[in-house]
């Protein structure tokens, strides 16, 4: 079974973050939210509390297929500001692991110079943050390890791109249908 961490900071982005955990857990995953505020609680973008599993300083973080940032302003800011954030990052690109990043974070894949050379999405406005990515405006972007998405709209499609990398086609298609996510994007109402 695939292991994720996703880190979490007060600021983050609610629907980026509660529905990627929600996607991979339902998908068969084990997705672990990870507090970087030194308790085991985060005050998200929108003030909804959110208990993690783990903080940090009790995560070890070696077993991670893919680490995620979810993103929301100032949660992205604070996740750049964490040394052991940025640090894990690196030891996992250094790895050739994937990572995940949505919204305003990418901004920190940027900053570390993980986005150099490759297509990357975010965002808008956020793309000057993205040094030397091709920014390309898309819902989500897979460029090697690396996933991008664009925003909150985004959440699904970059959620269910993540489950298919860690799983197969058949349980995403399977969850699609299940959540009734196929019906939205066909445009069925009632």
């Known amino acids: 079974m695939a292991k994720v961490y996703q880190f979490m900071a007060n600021g983050t982005e609610e629907i980026e973050a509660l529905t990627t955990i929600d996607v991979?857990?339902?998908?068969?995953?084990?997705?672990?939210?990870?507090?970087?505020?030194?308790s085991e609680y985060i005050e998200a973008a929108h003030g909804v509390v959110i208990k993690c599993d783990l903080?940090?300083?009790?995560?070890?973080?070696?077993?991670?297929?893919?680490?995620?940032l979810p993103g929301g302003m100032p949660g992205s800011t604070n996740l750049l500001e964490h040394e052991g954030v940025l640090q894990?990052?690196?030891?996992?690109?250094a790895d050739s692991k994937r990572i995940g990043a949505?919204?305003?974070?990418?901004?920190?894949?940027?900053?570390l110079g993980l986005l150099r050379g490759k297509c990357a999405t975010c965002y808008p406005g956020f793309e000057k943050y993205m040094d030397g990515a091709e920014y390309t405006?898309?819902?989500?972007?897979?460029?090697?390890?690396?996933?991008?998405g664009c925003g909150p709209a985004a959440t699904l499609?970059?959620?269910y791109a993540i489950l298919e990398m860690l799983t197969d086609k058949d349980t995403v298609?399977?969850?699609k249908e299940g959540m009734m996510f196929n019906r939205m994007v066909s445009g069925l109402v009632g």
Do not use: K, W
């Open 24 to 38: 991979l857990r339902r998908g068969g995953v084990e997705a672990l939210t990870v507090s970087i505020t030194g």
């Open 137 to 148: 405006q898309e819902l989500f972007t897979i460029d090697g390890n690396i996933i991008t």
């Open 173 to 175: 298609e399977g969850l």
């Open 55 to 68: 903080t940090i300083e009790e995560a070890d973080l070696s077993d991670a297929d893919l680490l995620l």
């Open 102 to 111: 949505i919204c305003a974070a990418p901004m920190v894949l940027g900053h």
């Open 88 to 93: 894990a990052l690196l030891r996992q690109a």
């Open 157 to 159: 499609p970059y959620s």
